[in-house]
């Protein structure tokens, strides 16, 4: 057994088929096949059920491959932290996000990192549910992530950056911008809301908020993304809070700020004992501006 049958595994795994891992991992059909079957007769179990439309994972499977990971992220971040001692960043940077965190800021930030290190890979997991994220953190997958709250489980170093607030979304020409008055969650009780899909931290938000204020606004749309969100706002099809940050740029007209004021606080978590590649992540991370109001503020007057 070796890693780089670890690493075809859970291509295999993550891709349902054979063919598909094959083209991904740059080798032929029948090289893959053969390093599966070699990794299964070394184990003495079936790791895939092969079926007519691609493989499934095997309960042994499961088990293997949940420890295949660590190991294979083990190795990533050995060989991360050798190429580091010798000056060159390269490797791979794993970070997770809750949805709207660093829309604006979060590209500049890698924008720079490949400037300055353009042989370091970032993989993202932007809002993974509860589920996925719990599951990163067991594993160990995760080298940073950017949220509102850390994780449970999750013994990352914590590094404030700033506070997020949320702001009302409303169509352009709607009777409660007039004047430019500041909104109470209260005032938008009676309007049609688009809220976000059940399993998101933002959706879990919302509906916590709402419940406090003792509302239960109509639904007239449930989304994925907050640009979505905000583009059918846009088109009236109702009105929806969102972290100020996040409003695509275009867009940023149609925020309204909120009375009381809604925030949260936007954290950075670090794994302990972290390489180069974390360090400089976060350098960078720290010379942004994280506070939303006074970025959509920037673009509105702009």
């Avoid at 991904?24 to 007519?52: H, N």
């Avoid at 949805?99 to 300055?116: C, E, F, K, S």
């Amino acid at each position: 057994m070796n890693l780089r049958q670890y690493e075809y595994a859970l291509a295999v795994a993550e891709e349902g088929s054979m063919t598909a891992a094959a083209e991904r991992l740059q080798v032929t059909q029948p090289s893959l096949s053969q390093q599966i079957g070699a990794l299964e007769k070394s184990l003495g179990v079936r790791l895939f059920t092969r079926t007519p439309s691609g493989v499934t994972v095997t309960v042994a499977g499961r088990a293997f491959l949940a420890e295949a990971e660590i190991a294979t992220t083990a190795s990533r971040r050995a060989i991360t932290a050798a190429r580091a001692a010798d000056g060159e960043l390269a490797g791979e940077l794993v970070l997770a996000v809750h949805m709207g965190l660093g829309a604006r800021q979060l590209p500049q930030v890698l924008g720079q990192l490949r400037t300055r290190h353009p042989k370091l890979q970032v993989t993202l997991h932007e809002e993974p549910d509860p589920a996925d994220m719990e599951r990163l953190v067991r594993q160990g997958t995760l080298d940073m992530v950017l949220v509102h709250r850390i994780p449970a489980g999750c013994t990352f170093d914590v590094h404030p950056l700033g506070e997020e607030v949320y702001v009302a979304v409303l169509p352009e020409r709607h009777p409660l911008r007039s004047g430019g008055a500041v909104l109470r969650l209260e005032d938008l009780a009676s309007e049609g809301w688009i809220r976000f899909r059940r399993t998101s931290l933002l959706d879990d938000y919302l509906a916590r908020l709402l419940a406090d204020a003792g509302l239960g606004p109509h639904t007239v749309a449930r989304v994925s993304q907050i640009s979505t969100a905000v583009r059918l706002v846009a088109q009236g099809l109702g009105v929806t809070v969102v972290p100020a940050s996040a409003i695509p740029e275009g867009f940023e007209e149609l925020a309204c700020p909120l009375e009381p004021a809604l925030t949260e606080p936007v954290l950075v978590g670090v794994r302990r004992n972290p390489g180069s590649a974390e360090t400089a992540m976060l350098d960078h991370l720290n010379r942004q501006n994280w506070c939303g109001a006074e970025l959509l503020a920037q673009h509105k007057a702009g």
